[in-house]
């Protein structure tokens, strides 16, 4: 089932791959249907932040580490709760992961974008009056990145790994986490208004219209 350790991770066979995306897909489908207590309609712009997220992530997958997918599972945790969050990093991973490769670290990515999506629910990055907060999304995009960064990174760990030479792996990974972090404030900075726009698209009318009175992306 699993091979020797390997760059990132030990080895899944296709069977067992195979049999992990469908279990992840159903726990996904689940997280949609389960009822919430939040009736704010938030399906179609879920659905349509997944597509956009994976083929963000697919077409930028040559420039290392950035990825609009953190900063977007920000704001769907902040936006729809830690359920739908976990939700869209399950999607996201497995969609765009059918096109990157499938392994062992796509658990660890699910793992790592969702636990983004859970803090970002708890830390919410939209003031009392339900408008996002260009400050707290900035701040988001660099608290986000040690989440990601060692939960993804413990997808490497074997019995013969010491945390010494963890932390050392972690250390030698310094420079990825800062090209993460310069694409995060990037993709907050110059798509944070649209993504909400997008997040909101089902929302009234009116209440749109006092968004976008109320300055809905500013400092």
Known sequence: MLSAIGTHGPTVSPIVMGMLNTAFLAVAVWLLVKPQKNSESWFWPLLLFVGLATFSRIVLSFIPNVMPVTI???MVG???????????????????????????????????????????????????????SMTRLAFASLWSVPIFSIIVSISIVDSSMSLIEFGLYLVNGLLYDVLHF??????????????????????????????????????
């Open 72 to 74: 977007m599972a920000v």
């Open 78 to 132: 902040s936006k729809f709760g830690a359920q739908r969050g976990i939700s869209f990093a399950i999607l996201v991973t497995l969609a765009s992961n059918a096109v990157l490769g499938h392994g062992w670290w796509s658990l660890f990515q699910m793992i790592a974008w969702g636990s983004v999506a859970v803090v970002a629910s708890v830390v919410n990055v939209y003031g009392q009056a339900g408008n996002l």
């Open 182 to 219: 310069l694409g995060n404030v990037f993709f907050a900075m110059w798509f944070g208004q649209w993504f909400e726009r997008l997040l909101s698209m089902n929302q009234p009318h009116n209440r749109l219209v006092q968004q976008e009175n109320e300055h809905v992306s500013t400092f």
